[in-house]
């Protein structure tokens, strides 16, 4: 069993900042692709960055030189740090991460979603 935990989500006034965090843990063998999506109200769910294993990183156009994905490979974990935030930045955040098992299966694991709302 592998689970994604998340932190770091809150309010903000615009222009500020946060730092979310996914940790995952249980039976990893490795860690591919690292991304965080994000989906507010009445929209659909978009990806927001993505890094790899040997981490080059994409981002959506929207956030591009206010966000920056990075991982930690030794703790399992990856980070969004977010700057100059937005009100249309608000959304419930969340992990996706794909990993393989000691079973040597690839699988898609999601974690349980992080609300971050920026508003004055």
């Known amino acids: 069993q592998v689970q994604l935990v998340e932190s770091g989500g809150g309010l903000v006034q615009p222009g500020g900042s946060l730092r979310l965090s996914c940790a995952a843990s249980?039976?990893?063998?490795?860690?591919?692709?690292m991304t965080w999506f994000r989906q507010a109200p009445g929209k659909e769910r978009e990806l927001v960055a993505r890094i790899d294993s040997g981490g080059s990183t994409n981002y959506i156009s929207s956030v591009k030189g206010r966000f920056t994905i990075f991982r930690d490979n030794a703790k399992n974990t990856v980070y969004l740090q977010m700057n100059s935030l937005k009100p249309e930045d608000t959304a419930v955040y969340y992990c996706?991460?794909?990993?393989?098992?000691?079973?040597?299966?690839?699988?898609?694991?999601w974690g349980q979603g992080t609300q971050v709302t920026v508003s004055s």
């Open positions: 996706n991460s794909l990993i393989i098992g000691y079973d040597r299966r690839l699988n898609n694991y």
């Open positions: 249980g039976s990893i063998f490795s860690i591919s692709v």
